[in-house]
């Protein structure tokens, strides 16, 4: 891959996680739906945010996990995406660059507040996720740098919801052609592909150099079942990898495929952001030169640390915990 100083330029929205252990009145008193994942708006954000008992606080959104991840690991990962002027905005970015990454996006003097999910969690363990995508949903094409000597970019999915969604894989792909970056993509959400379904073909068959799916995935973008799905996409990338939960993750580069087992470090606990992490260790793998087979065994570890503990961010030193484990 081509030498640069950026690893991975990494584009999502950006969303802060507000984690907080409650009971089960604190769900009731302010109508919460226990283990329920809403939408909700402006003042009803502003209200629970207020109202959260002994809040942490971790920038989140899928491609800032994995590029946060990606740091851990050792790589030098930029990341863009639109924050408002505001407590929890300066939070994000701040959180952000303690983990090593770089922030290369904005934040909007006017507008809506910072994109936050609340994540209240009970005795039982049970999640209940209320959130608000704020500025985050005013990403534009302007967010990207005007040049980047990244050697990947790295886009989720998601970002194809957002009012100007189109118009950022565009540019995206436009930067990524001018440089020699290769472009990066997590389909995110099956239901996301199937609201986007024509212009998400199109532009994983005529950008995408590496694709990141499951099994669910990829099944709504080739429109047949799991293995005609796998046969059909991986003709249009250079790099196809399915995940496929306990099952492990299946790789395909041109004629060859590779598989892995699922590694999880102990007793798993919580899956959120295992396909975060699982993209940051197969992308810094494959930057740092190492085959597909070790950076999908790279990227299997990442995810099995996760897993084992509540939230995206390790816990424990991913480059310790690599190098002890391989």
């Given amino acids: 891959m081509k030498n640069s100083n950026i690893d991975v330029l990494f584009v999502g929205n950006a969303i802060m996680d507000v984690l907080s252990s409650c009971n089960e009145s604190f769900l009731t008193e302010h109508c919460i739906e226990k283990g329920g994942m809403n ?8 209200y629970l945010y207020s109202n ?55 934040q909007a003097k006017t507008g809506p507040a910072t994109a936050r999910s609340m994540i ?11 959130t608000y995508l704020g500025t985050s949903l005013h990403l534009n094409a302007s967010h990207l740098p005007e040049q980047t000597m990244a050697k ?19 540019r995206a792909a436009e930067i990524a052609a001018q440089s020699g970056a290769e472009l990066a993509l997590s389909l995110s959400d099956s239901w996301c592909v199937e609201r986007h379904f024509e212009a998400l073909k199109e532009f994983v068959k005529n950008h995408v150099s590496i694709l990141f799916c499951n099994e669910d995935e990829i099944i709504s973008l080739g429109q047949k079942d799991v293995h005609g799905s796998v046969v059909l996409v991986s003709d249009w ?15 395909l580069e041109e004629d060859k495929q590779v598989s892995v087992p699922a590694m999880p470090y102990g007793e798993v606990v919580d899956t959120t952001g295992a396909g975060d992490l699982f993209a940051s260790g197969y992308l810094f793998g494959r930057v740092t030169g190492a085959s597909i087979l070790k950076s999908a065994e790279l990227a299997s570890l990442c995810a099995g640390e996760i897993i084992c503990h509540f939230g995206a961010r390790p816990q424990l030193n991913l480059k310790e915990f690599i190098a002890k484990l391989n």
Wanted: aromatic share 8%; proline share 4%.
């Fill in 237 to 251: 990338v250079d790099e196809l990898v399915v995940t496929k939960g306990a099952a492990g993750a299946d790789i």
């Fill in 52 to 106: 959260m008992p002994e809040k942490t606080e971790q920038s989140g959104g899928s491609a800032a996990n994995s590029a946060y991840g990606f740091s851990c690991l050792g790589g030098k990962a930029v990341f863009s995406g639109q924050v408002a002027t505001d407590a929890v905005g300066d939070s994000f970015i701040s959180d952000l660059e303690s983990g090593g990454v770089s922030f290369a996006g904005k």
């Fill in 152 to 170: 990947i970019i790295y886009l989720e999915g998601y970002l194809f919801d957002a009012p100007e969604g189109p118009s950022i894989f565009a």
């Fill in 39 to 46: 939408l909700i708006d402006e003042e009803r954000a502003l």
């Fill in 120 to 130: 209240l969690i009970t005795p039982d363990k049970i999640r209940s996720m209320n």
